[in-house]
Every structure is written in C-alpha cells, then in structure tokens.
C-alpha cells in the first residue's frame, strides 16, 4: 500500500533561512510518482512538482529544489532565501504507476517570519 | 479555460439534510476525483473517475455518491449529512490517472450543524 510521511507538523523560520520540508513515502512499486503541493492560505492548491521513480536527479526552480533518493525512499523539498510569502502548508503526495489513486501526506505548515 | 469549478464556495446545512457539491472542469480530463481536507488530516480520497460512467471509492467513501455522466461533471452527494462530514472539499481532474498532474478546484467548504 501506498504510504505518505510528513513528519514535520509546523515549521517556523524566519525570512531569508533555508528550510527543507522532509517527505517520505512507502510503496511496493517500482513505478510511481511523487508531488509536492502549496497550499497558501487563501486555500487553493498549487502544484509544484511533479518526479517519477526513474529519474533520481535533483530538481531547481529559482528558489525552490527537490532532492530524490530512492535510498531512503525520500523526496525533501527545500526552500533556500525564506520569503514571508513563502508561508503555506505544503503536501507531498504518491501515485504507484499501476494505482488509480492519489495519496497525500499530512502536510507541513510553513510560517516565514519577517 | 475555466479550469477546475466548484459550487458553492461555502454551504451550511443540518444534520440529516442532503445536498450535492458540483464539480465541473472544462479540460477534457479524464480522471476526476474528490478529496476532502481536514485539520492535520491532508487530503483524503473520497471518490474517484476514469471515465464517463465509471467511478471508485477512494479512502473515506461512507456518507458519499457519485456519478459522471459525462466527462465534464463529476458531482459529490451528501445523502444524510452528519457532523462529521464538515470539512473542506476538493474536486481535482487530470489527464490519463492518478499519477497525472491534478489540477484543483477552488474548494467547498462545508459546514453541519
């Protein structure tokens, strides 16, 4: 079965540190893909990320990058330079290849501090 | 394109009384599905779509309808509303299946009283 950790609950930080935002997933499948969703707090979710199993290489947008490892069944999400707007609750979410079905983490909230 | 519609925005209902939450989503989308969203809970899956006229239960099915008859609508019926169905809820659509970027509506909040 597939499974979504997000062991952080709430982070706070204040602007301009890095945070990471730690995902881990379980799964039997040698074929899924793993998301990272923003939810700010206006409500609506925004999609951020989309990676599939076979390719482990790290990903950067601006800001923002993910590091994949297979390893430790990991796929963390770090901000680097904190924004206030950065603030939001954040979800990690898996789909087995042969699934129908969308698993979500709990989410982490994200407060950036002026 | 409209994107991901849902209505209403925000409803109040009673214990008992029924209502259904609309979905429509105007990308050709094949899969369609409903989470809802409760506090540290993330999303959960309530039902889902692949198609016209074929739906699944996700996680959290008990107290929920649906139907898609046509691959635009995928609307999400409360029969007998209880308490413990206050909650955010979202409708999402995709390409292909689950694993497929999923695009979200605006969300439902709902509240029983």
């Known amino acids: 079965a597939q499974k979504v950790t997000q062991a952080q609950t709430e982070i706070s930080v204040v602007e301009k540190e890095d945070v990471t935002l730690d995902c881990v997933y379980e799964?039997?499948?040698?074929?899924?893909?793993l998301f990272w969703y923003k939810q700010p707090p206006s409500g609506e979710l925004v999609f951020l990320i989309r990676?599939?199993?076979?390719?482990?290489q790290n990903e950067i947008s601006g800001r923002y990058s993910w590091n994949f490892q297979k390893s430790t069944s990991s796929f963390n999400f770090t901000i680097t330079a904190s924004q206030v707007v950065d603030s939001a609750v954040y979800f990690c979410a898996l789909s087995e290849g042969g699934s129908e079905k969308l698993v979500f983490g709990k989410g982490t909230k994200l407060t950036v501090n002026p | 394109n409209a994107g991901v519609t849902q209505t209403p925005k925000f409803q109040v209902l009673k214990t008992g009384q029924s209502m259904t939450l609309q979905c429509a989503q105007d990308?050709?989308?094949?899969?369609m599905s409903w989470y809802r969203q409760d506090p540290g809970m993330g999303l959960r899956l309530i039902h889902y779509s692949v198609g016209a006229g074929i739906t699944d239960q996700g996680e959290v099915p008990n107290g929920y309808n649906v139907s898609r008859s046509t691959t635009e609508d995928f609307p999400l019926r409360l029969l007998s509303a209880a308490p413990s169905q206050t909650s955010v809820y979202f409708c999402a659509s995709s390409h292909g299946l689950s694993w497929e970027t999923q695009y979200f509506g605006p969300g439902t909040r709902l509240l029983v009283l």
């Open positions: 990676r599939n199993s076979f390719d482990e």
């Open positions: 799964t039997r499948d040698t074929t899924y893909y």
């Open positions: 990308m050709n989308h094949e899969y």
